[in-house]
């Protein structure tokens, strides 16, 4: 995901949707699919570049590049980074990690078999998952991850990177409210169920065989 030129100026743009705002229905629906990327997601997009006017050779790297050295990033804007561009960047990871449902959706490929050696099936790596996502306290993220030697599950706070941990993701689930709200109000575990049958799991094993 690059930074490109918008009216003659280079900034971060939101990029648009891989597929049409109700592909996910009815596990994620319409409304929420407009909300969350013409809304919220634009919203990080608008203010990271706000803050990288004060320091604009920032430009120059794409997003994964500053999220996983936030130490090149003023100080002053460190924390507007950290945010929005975190918000920014899992948004656009988010949306390709997703796909028009499909019955008996699994993991595909290379990831197929890691997934297995790792946590000795499918199902249990569902399990596991499911349980870290439901426990997320407030807003955040659940990840499959490569730590630099093995997949991982893990969470993070708000919209804070594994790209900061030195972690690449592979996939992953918004458990910000609203990521779900409007469908599932205060039903997380439903929310959480419903996202199985839309996992892009070809893009998800791209993700891995380039990373690991
Ligand atoms: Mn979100």
Redesign the pocket.
């Known amino acids: 995901m690059n930074n490109k030129i918008s009216n003659g100026l280079k900034q971060f743009i939101t990029p648009d949707l891989p597929y049409a705002y109700d592909a996910l229905e009815p596990y994620i629906d319409e409304t929420t699919m407009h909300i ?1 990327h013409d809304k ?2 634009a919203t ?1 997009t608008t203010n990271l570049n706000k803050a990288i006017e004060a320091q604009p050779d920032l430009l120059e790297k794409n997003i994964e590049e500053i999220l996983s050295d936030l130490s090149q990033v003023k100080e002053e804007i460190r924390p507007a980074v950290r945010n929005h561009g975190g ?1 920014h960047y ?2 656009g990871f ?1 949306w390709e990690i997703m796909r028009a449902p499909r019955d008996n959706n699994r993991p595909e490929g290379e990831l197929a078999q890691a997934i297995d050696s790792t946590f000795g099936s499918f199902e249990k790596f569902k399990e596991d998952f499911s349980k870290m996502a439901v426990s997320v306290f407030g ?1 955040g ?1 659940c990840w499959l991850s490569w730590d630099g030697q093995k997949l991982i599950i893990e969470k993070t706070p708000n919209q804070d990177s594994p790209l900061s941990l030195g972690h690449r993701p592979i996939m992953t689930l ?1 458990i ?1 409210e ?2 779900y709200y409007l469908k599932y109000q205060n039903r997380r575990v439903e929310f959480v169920e419903a996202f199985w049958p839309i996992i892009n799991w070809a893009k998800a094993n791209d993700n891995y065989t380039k990373n690991k």
């Open positions: 969350h919220h997601h990080y918000g899992h948004h988010f807003s993220w918004d910000w609203h990521a």
